[in-house]
């Protein structure tokens, strides 16, 4: 994908005087500050800052919404044209209601709330609006001046200045609702509730228990900045009571969603265009075929081009979209279904694909908080409704997509790239990725501390140039233990044998976190596993490891096989094929599986083929005898028979695959 250029705004400002460990901790003294000085709870102020960017200050570039700094305050000079959810098909209910208001203050300008069309009701009552029956938005930056009597300007630039407006904004609207400036977090529901803008009580609700869970729990986080933040867990602290759902319009009956998430349907169509069709295929998963994936896209395009996408028969399909803004949810084609999204019509077969709004070279401005939590709610109810594991296999990205011929590598897609944050994504599933044996032991998962970890790559401005330096979920390879020596060259994706670059689109020569391969060798502070059939050294000092150890299966080729081919689908066997069927050409990848190599499998799955044609009933799906293994081979997952490999096991320190409760961090 061609990525868009990443904007280069000046640095986020927090003062630079006193030693290097008290600058370390000057975001959590302004917290702490900016609570007293406003009377509001430090661990409400701290959460909901959490919320709305991880205590993050996106060096001081605005997000999509137009946000600014680790409250994330919104400005509605900055703010893109609004573009709303598609609208139900069939929209039911009452009249939409005033929408959500915030603390009042004259001659306040009215701007839109990045609802959803279709959704309504406010969510902690009537709006007290400012005079002239205007109302101002809670995280709206410009009120937040006004009330700290600060230029706008330094709101956007000075993380001291934007914490201490959003505890004005905060401590403000509790004011307008008619509560005290109450010690008691609980006592902060309501005005929690408000603080995002929505107009949807199911998705205010959920963004004020998120807040409250959090609270309960505790946090720690170093920041994209280097700020070192906590905190602390109040477990004492009581959930509120469950809030009433909307009143608005109900969701359109196609839409397959938890409730405490916003979605609309967006209908992709189904239709023959000369002697071929588009843009999907009727099936009746899992009935014909097992849902075993999510693929994670991200769109590499605004929403509004994408719906145009989808809505176009000649063009690929998805299942879900995630707006970035707000986490809003708009389903395209029923689970059931098989979209056009991942490149290989295996993975197709048995995959839904989620596309998420953004450019993976600019995630700080689209890789939103919400944006993370919607899409993870959505992922840990499909993968409860498919009973699909939480782990990496199974939850990956489109870069991480097999090739399904060898010819088609070069093709595959590379997002959601190097900056999309695995870590905390399956900490929200509630599945955290974590150790499971000693850092000795014969398998590693690739683990940076995503904060900390900031590859150099190049590419995201323009060809060859520096990206800025963020934190990244990727960790890359060498030839030897030397941070000197050649990448790993993918000879798949670099036919002509072209080195691997850092280019932000190149993954040849990168893992990423929460892949699991076989160890082939130490050295020092260098580990080597196996990849794509050779061996590939990574640096992983004990001090700031970028894997820990891992225990579960592996596979290696049978006693005798010299070496044996690796693939990017799990296509039956030739005499499972009806006699009036032409039957795809098996392509085995162009790497190596040498005897003696390792490889970490999470599953075995069975073989099928369908052979696609536009039909008012789904094509039936050819099952073969013959069984492979999914493996982590490189960057991408592939596919060995059952047949050509033994499976070897390592022990494990907990219970591999076991699903903990969402965890929220």
């Known amino acids: 994908m061609i990525a868009g250029a990443a904007l280069l705004p000046p640095l986020l400002i927090l003062p630079t005087s006193g030693s290097d460990e008290a600058a370390d ?140 407006g959003g505890a004005a904004l905060l401590a403000a609207t509790q004011r307008q609702l008619g509560k005290p400036l109450s010690n008691n977090p609980a006592d902060w529901w309501e005005t929690v509730a408000r603080f995002p803008g929505t107009r949807d009580v199911a ?36 959930p509120h009571p469950r809030t009433p759902r909307s009143q608005g319009p109900q969701r359109p009956k196609q839409v397959e969603c938890p409730a405490e998430l916003v979605c609309d349907w967006l209908g992709a169509p189904y239709e023959e265009i000369g002697d071929s069709y588009g843009n999907h295929d009727l099936a009746d998963r899992p009935r014909d075929q097992p849902i075993e994936y999510i693929v994670i896209h991200d769109t590499e395009a605004e929403l509004p081009s994408m719906f145009q996408t989808v809505q176009d028969p000649t063009e690929s399909s998805w299942h879900y979209s995630i707006r970035s803004s707000d986490g809003h949810v708009t389903q395209h084609i029923r689970t059931k279904d098989e ?80 900056f999309w944050d695995w870590r905390h994504y399956f900490d929200l599933l509630g599945a955290p990725l974590r150790a499971t044996a000693g850092p000795d032991s014969d398998m590693v998962t690739i683990l940076p501390d995503y904060g900390k970890h900031k590859p150099p790559f ?92 891992a225990a579960g299966r592996m596979v290696t080729p049978k006693e005798g096989l010299d070496e044996i081919p690796v693939f990017g689908r799990a296509l039956p066997e030739e005499e499972a094929y009806p006699d009036d069927m032409d039957e795809p050409t098996e392509s085995p990848l162009p790497y190596s599986f040498l005897a003696g190599q390792r490889y970490v499998t999470q599953a075995g799955v069975g073989s099928s083929y369908t052979a696609k044609s536009f039909s008012d009933t789904p094509n039936p799906v050819v099952w073969g005898r013959e069984r492979y293994y999914e493996i982590q081979f490189g960057h991408r997952l592939a596919y060995v028979r059952a047949s050509d490999v033994d499976v070897v096991g390592t022990a494990a320190a907990g219970s591999p695959g076991h699903q903990a409760d969402p965890v929220q961090q």
């Open 25 to 164: 901790r000057r975001l959590q003294d302004a917290f702490t500050d900016a609570a007293r000085e406003f009377q509001v709870p430090r661990s409400v102020l701290m959460s909901v800052s959490y919320m709305q960017s991880r205590w993050d200050s996106h060096p001081g570039a605005p997000s999509v919404t137009g946000g600014f700094g680790p409250m994330h305050l919104i400005d509605a000079e900055r703010v893109r044209p609004s573009q709303p959810a598609p609208r139900p098909e069939a929209p039911i209910g009452d009249k939409a209601q005033p929408r959500t208001g915030a603390a009042g203050s004259s001659g306040g300008a009215t701007r839109s709330s990045g609802g959803t069309a279709g959704s309504s009701g406010d969510p902690v009552g009537p709006s007290g609006g400012a005079a002239g029956g205007h109302a101002v938005e809670p995280a709206d930056l410009q009120h937040a001046a006004r009330l700290i009597q600060a230029p706008a300007g330094r709101l956007r630039t000075d993380a001291v200045a934007n914490v201490r």
């Open 203 to 238: 998705s205010a609700a959920a963004y004020a228990d998120d807040v409250f869970a959090l609270i309960r729990r505790g946090a720690h986080r170093t920041t994209a900045e280097g700020q070192d933040v906590t905190l602390p867990a109040t477990p004492g602290l009581r």
């Open 339 to 418: 979209a056009w999204h991942s490149g290989s019509q295996f993975v197709n077969a048995r995959s839904i694909g989620i596309e998420h709004e953004g450019f993976l070279t600019q995630p700080g401005t689209w890789f939103t908080e919400r944006m993370y939590r919607s899409s993870a709610r959505l992922v840990r109810y499909l993968a409860n409704k498919y009973d699909i594991p939480l782990d990496r296999q199974h939850i990956f990205g489109h870069d991480n997509v097999p090739a399904p011929t060898a010819d088609t590598i070069p093709e595959m897609h590379d997002d959601p790239g190097p």
């Open 458 to 549: 190049t590419g995201c401005a323009g060809s060859g140039s520096p990206c800025r330096p963020h934190g990244s979920s990727a960790v890359r390879l060498y030839t030897a233990p030397d941070e000197k020596a050649p990448l790993i060259q993918d000879p798949g994706r670099k036919p002509d044998g072209d080195d691997s670059t850092m280019d932000v689109n190149d993954l040849g020569s990168r893992v990423s976190a929460g892949q699991t391969f076989a160890v082939a060798d130490r050295s020092g502070d260098w580990t080597a596993i196996w990849f794509q059939g050779r061996k590939a050294w990574f640096k992983n000092p004990r001090q700031q490891p970028t894997a820990v150890g």
